[in-house]
């Protein structure tokens, strides 16, 4: 699937570390854990910002920083809150291999694909939509970027705004190239009236994202009000031969204590599957207890987690 777009993807495996250190000075994000960002705590910018509820920026920023310090390899995290008041950015403009969560991307274009065309999806489109949202199907996700197109998925994303996500040049779903900046977009998209997706559309799309299978509900909405809505797409990618692993959460919320919000969460050179679930929720948690108050809301902590084994996304 060719595409005119930037080829900003690397080789698979390992990579070397002055590719490493490289991405580093580029982003400035830190690799390591520990105090180095914490070192840098009063001259750097800060992460979440809010006009109207500054002491809830300020104590977000702070939980997002310390959850992130306490784990190794790459990190990015996105949230939205108060209607967009309040946002939140840990490196925003880093680029993360996107895994299943591109999966997204590939449903957005479906659904404005048949607005253009003006018609309602067909059944086979809605058993493919199904299954590579609810169950993260690759074989589906494949015939229904075959069907759209890299023209088709571009135009999305530059309808959407989403500039800063790259197609994979020979287009592979997972590896297309995203950062948390263009997630919330997305995610916001899927909640809120705008020109991209008609109302129709962003119901069912959260409806899809909301009937995720129990093993893959992990990630962002651990930590949330149990009433919440959620609708939410996860991505675990491991590099080839290496137990080093890319995992992502993007999620959104509604119906909580303080009105609807998103949360994204990318990762990379997690040591393990595990490693990389348990930062996400990690800071989940702390979004979450932060927004809505350390009251006693019954909140969701348990969660059945799938078989170490890739998405699969990289193949797609």
């Known amino acids: 699937m060719p595409t005119n777009r930037r080829n900003t993807g690397r080789p698979r495996g390992a990579r070397p570390a002055a590719a490493v250190l490289a991405g580093v000075l580029a982003t400035g994000f830190t690799v390591?854990?520990?105090?180095?960002?914490?070192?840098?705590?009063?001259?750097?910018?800060?992460?979440?910002?809010?006009?109207?509820?500054?002491?809830?920026?300020?104590?977000?920023?702070?939980?997002?920083?310390?959850?992130?310090?306490?784990?190794?390899?790459?990190?990015?995290?996105?949230?939205s809150a108060y209607d967009g008041d309040l946002t939140c950015g840990l490196n925003p403009q880093a680029e993360f291999d996107a895994a299943s969560v591109g999966k997204v991307v590939i449903l957005g274009t479906l659904l404005r694909t048949a607005m253009d065309e003006?018609?309602?999806?067909?059944?086979?489109?809605?058993?493919?939509?199904?299954?590579?949202?609810?169950?993260?199907?690759?074989?589906?996700?494949?015939?229904l970027r075959d069907q759209l197109g890299a023209k088709r998925i571009q135009r999305f994303l530059d309808l959407a705004g989403m500039d800063a996500t790259t197609l994979h040049p020979k287009g592979s779903v997972g590896l297309m190239k995203i950062n948390t900046t263009d997630e919330l977009t997305l995610l916001r998209l899927l909640r809120t009236d705008n020109d991209v997706l008609g109302a129709a559309q962003r119901?069912?799309?959260?409806?899809?994202?909301?009937d995720v299978v129990a093993d893959q509900r992990w990630g962002v909405p651990t930590g949330a009000p149990a009433d919440a809505g959620v609708y939410l797409k996860n991505g675990w990618l491991p590099y080839d031969n290496t137990d080093t692993w890319r995992v992502n959460s993007i999620g959104g919320f509604q119906g909580t204590p303080i009105g609807d919000y998103e949360i994204v969460v990318l990762t990379d050179d997690n040591a393990g599957m595990q490693y990389g679930v348990d930062t996400i929720e990690s800071v989940g948690t702390k979004v979450h207890s932060v927004l809505n108050g350390d009251s006693s809301l019954k909140r969701l902590t348990g969660r059945d987690l799938p078989e170490e084994k890739s998405d699969g996304s990289d193949r797609t």
């Open 203 to 210: 119901d069912y799309a959260r409806k899809l994202m909301g």
């Open 32 to 79: 390591a854990t520990g105090a180095s960002s914490a070192a840098n705590a009063d001259t750097a910018a800060p992460i979440c910002t809010s006009d109207a509820h500054p002491e809830v920026a300020k104590k977000l920023g702070a939980a997002i920083q310390q959850a992130a310090d306490q784990r190794k390899g790459r990190i990015a995290v996105g949230v």
């Open 118 to 143: 003006g018609r309602e999806l067909t059944a086979k489109e809605k058993e493919l939509a199904t299954d590579m949202i609810t169950v993260s199907g690759n074989d589906s996700t494949v015939e």
